[in-house]
Nanobody
Framework: QVTLVESGGGSVETGGSLKLSCKAS????????MAWFREAAGKQREGVAA???????NYAAMSRGRFTISRDNAKMTLWLQMDNLQPEDSATYYC?????????????????????WGQGTQVTVSS
């Protein structure tokens, strides 16, 4: 059974930083595409960043240059370092996983492409 558990959310002021973690279990981690999504109140879930087991990464326009996705295959952990946070970054952040390869270069931003999700961690950025 695939399990994803996020942590690291919290409240920060504008310009602050947070590092989210996603601990995985129950599957062959290194073969999976992993991604971070976020969902703000009243908005659709959107892709933030993705990373595959081959070291490929991709970012949404709103996260590129401010956020960094990384993964440790041995620890089965995915991270999202978020710097220069803005109020519009406030949302529930989710970790997602899918066993298919090649998603980072194409369909990674689509929530329906992912089979497994964590429970989410809340990020609040105050102005």
């Amino acid at each position: 059974q695939v399990t994803l558990v996020e942590s690291g959310g919290g409240s920060v002021e504008t310009g602050g930083s947070l590092k989210l973690s996603c601990k995985a279990s129950g599957y062959t981690w290194s073969a999976y595409t992993m991604a971070w999504f976020r969902e703000a109140a009243g908005k659709q879930r959107e892709g933030v960043a993705a990373a595959d087991g081959d070291g490929n990464t991709n970012y949404a326009a709103m996260s590129r240059g401010r956020f960094t996705i990384s993964r440790d295959n041995a620890k089965m952990t995915l991270w999202l370092q978020m710097d220069n946070l803005q109020p519009e970054d406030s949302a529930t952040y989710y970790c997602a996983a899918d066993p298919r390869r090649g998603m980072v270069s194409g369909s990674w931003t689509r929530p329906l492409e992912y089979n497994y999700w964590g429970q989410g961690t809340q990020v609040t950025v105050s102005s």
